[in-house]
């Protein structure tokens, strides 16, 4: 038996310029950070013959082909086992459609799991690279890369994503005091529905590679808003990557006109008069998770609660995909 785990994330500048249909023309580069929220993936051989799969669904089969779930079916052919003998189960501390990259999270620990239980070492640069592989390029799905790259990596990390499909990842250079700081000050509250990111980046891939104006200059002022908010955080000024948040805010809603809607505006905006300095949606927008940066985190937390949403406490992951056990 196999079980693996795989965390997921939070975005804390430069999210949209992962996206191919962006960075392949204008190199890209973003700043995000995997939190102790846990894809899980457990793998093992039945001892019957066939396909189990657990999910949201059950799945019987005796073919790869006979798959339906498509991530787990293209997972299995890149390892090219056509007829196995296998046990796929998966849960998740979070469910999927919440921002928290939670595709990219499971499609890494699934690919962790199997190369493990074939006795086959993969590099976290590689991992990504494969997970990246079956959801962009064989499933086409219109997502980024951060999501597998930040999953694989862990930690809080700085990626630039180059045109000729490179990635080169370092950690953020930050001191102990910042790093604490932003474990305390950084909040995030459910809105209470989640929402599928597919129509939101098809919107934004789609103008990108159309080459429209506003959108690409909206990515490009993204991007430097996400190197400004990497300095802010290696020079300790907690302040100003707050402020930075509120700005990555408003320049996100511009991106899709599914972006928010009057009651996360409504909720933003208490949230802004309650403490928080700045804020966001994490992921590609619609739903999911609000997060703060606040300096009276117990106003802004009893605010919140008042008005219904629940918090998602956490701390920073700084182990990535691994083995838990094997």
Known sequence: MIITRSPLRITLGG????LPSYYREHGGSLVAAAIDKYVYVNVMRPFTR?????????????TVDEIQH?????ALRMLKLEMPQIEITTLADIPAGTGLGSSGSFTTALLKALYTHERRLLHPDELAELACE????????PIGKQDQYIAAYGGITCF???????VEARPLHLSTDMLFDLEDNLLLFFCGFTRSAGHILKDQHTRTQQSDRDMLQNLHYIKELGLRSEHALESGNAALFGELMHEHWEYKKKRSQGMTNPQI???????CKSGAIGG?????????????????QKRLRRTMSHAGLEEMRFRFDFDGTKVLFG
């Open 15 to 18: 999210g949209g310029t992962d």
């Open 50 to 62: 066939g396909i189990f799969l657990k999910y949201s669904k059950l799945e019987h089969v005796e």
């Open 70 to 74: 498509p991530i787990v079916r293209e």
């Open 134 to 141: 079956i959801e962009i390029n064989l499933l086409g799905e």
């Open 160 to 166: 630039r994503f180059h045109p000729e499909g490179t």
């Open 265 to 271: 505006d409504e909720w933003y905006e208490l949230g």
């Open 280 to 296: 966001k949606l994490v992921g590609a927008g619609g739903g999911g998770f609000l997060m703060f940066y606040a300096d009276d």
